[in-house]
């Protein structure tokens, strides 16, 4: 188990955001959910969007050990979201993203404006990407997969955020980000996390 610290601010280029603009051109693979069924689904387990991707991620990732980094981004899209799959190799990740459920479709797009990375590995790491487009000065920050404009990181008060951490279902498009690196989730996985700074667009 490595050692916990705080979770550092880094840009995108640090740890090697693929691609590091949405502007770049790059097309990814795009895996549609349909946000109603996916909130179901994560209530019966106990959690909320953020675990009920990162989980499943995470464990293939850390079993399939890739050699080549790839970076998941998220999109909202009415009352759908996408998950995007780049990376500069073909990487099939259809297992999971396929079969998780709420899964609607699948296909192949440039990254979308309103495209966030939240997931990156790094060949030999999987990082939960917090990303912000300025420094934030706060102990407490917030992640909200609910917005409609994109997926973003906040300034919270701390009876927000341990509200969010105690009661996840009840928070389902909300996360509580970590103010220590690495978390271990279910299985004894190890997620490093790293707020991330970059002009996304």
């Not at 906040?154 to 498009?173: C, K, M, N, T, W």
Request: glycine residues 8%; contains cysteine; charged residues 20%.
């Amino acid at each position: 188990m490595t050692s916990q610290q705080s979770v550092p601010i880094v840009k995108c280029s640090q740890i090697g955001i693929y691609p590091d603009s949405t502007r770049a051109g790059v097309i990814g693979h795009d895996f549609c959910y349909d946000w109603q069924r996916v909130q179901e689904a994560a209530q019966q387990q106990g959690c909320n969007l953020d675990d009920f991707l990162v989980g499943p991620l995470a464990k293939r990732l850390t079993g399939k050990k890739l050699q080549t980094p790839l970076t998941f981004w998220y999109a909202p899209l009415g009352g759908l979201f996408v998950v995007t799959v780049c990376s500069a190799r073909n990487v099939n990740l259809f297992d999971p993203l396929h079969g998780m459920r709420g899964y609607v479709e699948y296909g192949g797009n440039h990254l979308r404006p309103t495209a966030r990375p939240f997931l990156h590995w790094d060949g030999s790491r999987v990082i939960r990407v917090h990303s912000l487009e300025s420094t934030i000065e706060s102990a407490y920050l917030v992640a909200d997969f609910g917005n409609g404009f994109c997926l973003t990181v906040s300034e919270s008060d701390e009876e927000l955020y341990r509200a969010i951490q105690d009661d996840p279902v009840g928070h389902f498009e909300y996360s509580a980000v970590p103010r220590t690196s690495p978390t271990t989730i279910p299985e004894a996985l190890e997620v490093h996390h790293a707020l991330c700074i970059s002009r996304w667009t």
